[in-house]
């Protein structure tokens, strides 16, 4: 199988992991927005995507087992994929206003079984691609993921636009997802080649899965407790406090809320562990600890978590910051944010990926990173003075047959210009960030690893929703884009502490 062919089969499985992304993101909180769910409970929904962060818990599983007929990985990844499309056809039959909750926990099981697909998508990518491809393969993963959450993001908010657009409703936008899946499904089990009989860890089918239940179950005890006796705890420790402020009383609520959760994870997260070592759940503990046993790994894992955070941060409520703070209507956000944006993020990516065989792997670190902390402040700076500070460019109206614009309109400069500058550096800081992970991973436990690297690459994106939900109703949108750059700082110090191994990395051998 020819390079070429492998970075084609790369850029394909991107698409097929970033289309249910924004689905349960950016396009969720868009749907969510015009149904007038509000900013605080918007950022709480964006916990549905906690599957991406605890998806090393699972990912033993897809490692140790794999489906009859379509070989290693690949009956997986069609497994996953034709269950996604199932699950978005029902929460396009789902009301997110008068259904919250049941809306909420479909949005739920979407997340677990799209992190699902990106465990085995990571692992085949890795598994896939030799060192000297990986920068290059990294661009073109993240160009396709891009260019799907281009139609599920961007292309949806067009279509969703009355006046401008389709006049889509949400549910019909879901529904043509669901056939998306179904179409990458088909991809995944005919175009896909097979990868080489697996190392398999020596262990036992059935220990295996009798570890992951109580992981599942020690998980299921912590949420339990945490809905039982966490809310009083954090109420009763709080509320004095809270009771000297300003703040409205639903807004204390919300600050309560997130307290909860906080102490609910410092519960979870280590019964969940006492109970991976009980049940002997070998997998997963022999891929941690073969991780673990590299020097300087808990110093890299906590690099992973703060490299994206302040891009994360002031991404975390991107879509109703436009629409509700800004007043931009459906279809400017759906062109500039959605389509023009993702289009930078994979000339970024690309860009990236290119820079990446010059620079080497910690120099293309530390320049992209700098490059994304600086980009959030234009974000700031709009909030700070509003639409309309660089004139406006006038869009033609289009119709290409599954797009269109009704009529000419005018996209505002200032949200052009900071939108393309916070993608392109996204997208390179990215390309650059998956090669780092691919780099870390052995071998013998690539689906364990990489999705313990990449779930804690996700903390960001999905545990600062809340936080980003309460602060921006309590200091306002200048200082909240203000947060978000100062949260870039400790991974740059990070960085430079760990220039020595990262550096070492660009010439390491596979595990």
Not at 234 to 240: D, I, N, S, T, V
Not at 280 to 307: C, K
Not at 416 to 444: D, H, I, Y
């Amino acid at each position: 199988m020819g390079r070429l062919y492998r970075l084609l089969v790369v850029t394909l499985l991107g698409f097929a992991s970033g289309l249910p992304l924004a689905l349960t993101g950016q396009a969720m909180q868009a749907w969510l927005t015009t149904a007038g769910v509000d900013v605080a409970t918007i950022g709480f929904l964006a916990l549905v995507g906690l599957p991406y962060t605890f998806k090393f818990l699972w990912a033993p599983l897809l490692d140790r087992f794999e489906l009859p007929g379509l070989g290693r990985r690949r009956g997986w990844l069609v497994a996953t994929q034709l269950l996604l499309a199932a699950l978005l056809m029902a929460l396009a039959a789902t009301s997110p206003s008068s259904a919250t909750r049941a809306f909420a926990l479909l949005a739920l099981a979407i997340a677990f079984v799209s992190a699902s697909q990106d465990v085995v998508i990571d692992a085949y990518r890795t598994e896939l691609l030799p060192a000297p491809e990986r920068g290059l393969g990294a661009s073109l993963n993240v160009a396709g993921y891009r260019l799907a959450m281009i139609v599920s993001g961007g292309l949806a908010l067009i279509w969703t636009d009355a006046q401008q657009g389709g006049g889509w409703t949400w549910p019909e936008v879901y529904r043509l997802m669901a056939a998306l899946m179904v179409a990458a499904a088909a991809a995944s089990a005919l175009l896909l080649p097979r990868l080489p009989p697996a190392n398999r860890p020596p262990t036992r089918g059935l220990r295996e899965l009798g570890g992951f239940a109580a992981v599942l179950a020690a998980v299921a005890l912590g949420a339990l407790l945490t809905e039982r006796l966490g809310a009083g705890a954090a109420r009763a420790l709080l509320a004095p406090w809270l009771a000297t402020t300003t703040l409205p009383a639903a807004l204390q609520g919300r600050w309560i809320d997130l307290a909860t959760l906080l102490g609910g994870l410092a519960l979870t997260l280590p019964l969940a562990a006492w109970a991976a070592r009980r049940a002997r759940f070998q997998t997963l503990l022999d891929g941690l600890h073969d991780y673990f046993a590299q020097p300087g790994a808990a110093a890299m894992l906590l690099l992973i978590v703060l490299y994206k955070l302040g891009d994360a941060f002031a991404g975390s409520l991107l879509t109703p910051f436009l629409l509700k703070g800004m007043g931009y209507a459906l279809a400017e956000v759906g062109v500039v944010n959605k389509l023009i944006g993702l289009w930078m993020t994979i000339a970024g990516a690309l860009l990236g990926g290119a820079l990446m065989l010059r620079l080497g792997l910690w120099r293309a670190l530390m320049l992209f990173g700098l490059l994304q902390m600086a980009s959030n402040l234009g974000f700031w700076w709009l909030a700070q003075g509003g639409r309309g500070q660089l004139g406006a460019a006038l869009l033609p109206a289009f119709d290409w047959g599954f797009v269109k614009l009704a009529q000419a309109t005018p996209v505002d400069g200032g949200l052009l210009l900071v939108v393309v500058l916070e993608n392109l550096s996204g997208g390179m800081g990215t390309a650059a960030f998956l090669a780092l992970l691919m780099s870390l991973c052995s071998q013998r436990f690539t689906a364990t690893q990489f999705a313990l690297l990449s779930a804690f690459a996700s903390i960001g994106r999905v545990w600062v929703g809340p936080l980003a939900g309460v602060l921006a109703e309590t200091i306002g949108w200048p200082g909240f884009f203000v947060l978000s750059t100062l949260f870039a700082l400790p991974a740059l110090a990070m960085l430079a502490w760990l220039r020595t191994p990262i550096r070492a990395l660009e010439q390491a051998p596979t595990r």
